[in-house]
């Protein structure tokens, strides 16, 4: 006993000063027990007192549990808003970068019009914005080796030219002047023109 007390003594002092455990003089210990308050300790107050607590601890165990599911239901619609939210961040996200695309993909093809370049290029112009997309293609337009002019005559008028020939006149030329070709008198029968 006597050791509890001078260690509680020493504790005490050691907030303010450090004493040495030999100057500590033992003091002689109660036997009188206080409780929390200051009191001496009633066995008959303190199993009143736990019978209380037990009583009130009874009473709160529903009232708890349901607290506790309460909460669990509402971090359940919490989650579900949550992560319904998340789905619409997600969805506006995949959206933003699709139309982005549609976008790029219509400035590139506006800029190759504009430069009149052909349309299978439109999709390897680099750029940013429409000015440098139109530039990108301007450039790419001196690259690409451009077709050969295709000569126009008479024998190869081309696709888009317009035939000045009649077709008397054609029979003439293949012919010749003397479209007569089958002879009056009976000796002979085809009369082939002679070439000068």
């Known amino acids: 006993m006597a050791d509890t007390t001078t260690q509680a003594v020493v504790t005490e002092t050691l907030a303010t000063e450090v004493i040495p455990a030999e100057k500590v003089q033992a003091q002689p210990a109660e036997k009188v027990v206080l409780g929390k308050d200051g009191t001496p300790f009633d066995p008959e107050r303190a199993m009143a007192l736990i019978e209380k607590l037990q009583n009130e601890n009874k ?8 607290a506790d599911e309460l909460t669990a239901e509402q971090q359940k ?21 699709e139309l982005k695309a549609i976008t790029r993909r219509e400035m590139q093809r506006a800029a190759a019009e504009k430069a009149k370049l052909p349309m299978e290029f439109a999709e390897r112009l680099r750029g940013e914005t429409q000015e440098e997309l139109e530039a990108d293609a301007m450039k790419l337009l001196t690259v690409i080796p451009k077709a050969p002019a295709l000569k126009t005559d008479v024998t190869n008028p081309g696709g888009g030219s317009q035939v000045t020939e009649t077709r008397e006149q054609k029979r003439e030329r293949l012919k010749g002047t003397n479209s007569q070709i089958f002879s009056n008198d009976a000796k002979t029968g085809v009369v082939w023109p002679m070439q000068e």
């Open 77 to 97: 619609i919490k989650d579900a808003q949550m992560s319904e939210l998340e789905k619409a961040n997600k969805r506006a996200l995949e959206l933003e970068v």
């Open 59 to 66: 009473e709160l165990k529903p009232k708890a549990k349901l």
